[in-house]
């Protein structure tokens, strides 16, 4: 595997990883075994900043990758890209809610938010495994240059 899958290949590992540790303990709160659910979902919650810091470093030294399908596809590619991105971005504000309300003993407001957040982010990891086998998988995807390349020029 090469260094532009090798990144891609990791993150996306971390969110799949992230949403069957939030769904663990999705179940754990149901089953009122409180003090788990914490621990599970703070689990949950460092594989997503794992997630994130793979993928904004590699972003930054790496790149983004390109769509390398068929022109015609482009389109509904980058429409899905920009669905699966939004959706990240929601999941991660609802998720520091989420947890906050939590760490806060607003159980009532963060059993609410917690469901959404929870239902958010597994869309999330289904699109991104979808986006990474899109890019990756079905047809080789088309590199860019690392952000760093463009601002200096090199
Ligand atoms: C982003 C991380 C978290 C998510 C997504 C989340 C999600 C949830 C969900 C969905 C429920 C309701 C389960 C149900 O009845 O269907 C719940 C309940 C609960 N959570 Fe979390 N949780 C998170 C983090 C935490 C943390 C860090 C704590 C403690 C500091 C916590 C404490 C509780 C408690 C005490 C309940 C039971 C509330 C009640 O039934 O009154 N959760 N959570």
């Given at each position: 595997?090469?260094?532009?899958?090798?990144?891609?290949?990791?993150?996306?590992?971390?969110?799949?990883?992230?949403?069957?540790?939030?769904?663990?303990?999705?179940?754990?709160?149901?089953?009122?075994?409180?003090?788990?659910?914490?621990?599970?979902?703070?689990?949950?919650?460092?594989?997503?900043?794992?997630?994130?810091?793979?993928?904004?470093?590699?972003?930054?030294?790496?790149?983004?990758?390109?769509?390398?399908?068929?022109?015609?596809?482009?389109?509904y590619y980058?429409v899905f890209l920009?669905f699966h991105?939004?959706?990240?971005?929601?999941?991660?504000?609802?998720?520091?809610?989420?947890?906050?309300?939590?760490?806060?003993?607003?159980?009532?407001?963060?059993?609410?938010?917690?469901?959404?957040?929870?239902?958010?982010?597994?869309?999330?990891?289904?699109t991104?495994?979808?986006v990474?086998?899109?890019?990756?998988?079905?047809?080789?995807?088309?590199?860019?240059?690392?952000?760093?390349?463009?601002?200096?020029?090199?």
């Open positions: 595997m090469d260094l532009y899958m090798l990144f891609p290949t990791i993150s996306t590992f971390f969110i799949v990883v992230s949403a069957i540790l939030v769904a663990i303990g999705w179940n754990l709160a149901i089953k009122r075994r409180l003090e788990a659910h914490k621990k599970m979902m703070i689990a949950g919650a460092i594989a997503a900043i794992l997630f994130f810091i793979i993928y904004s470093s590699r972003t930054l030294l790496v790149g983004n990758t390109d769509w390398g399908g068929p022109d015609s596809l482009a389109p980058y920009i991105i939004i959706l990240a971005t929601v999941a991660a504000v609802f998720g520091i809610t989420t947890l906050v309300l939590g760490f806060k003993e607003k159980y009532a407001r963060h059993r609410r938010l917690g469901r959404v957040t929870s239902v958010i982010w597994f869309i999330t990891a289904i991104g495994v979808a990474y086998v899109m890019l990756y998988i079905l047809y080789p995807g088309g590199h860019t240059k690392p952000v760093f390349d463009i601002l200096f020029r090199l």
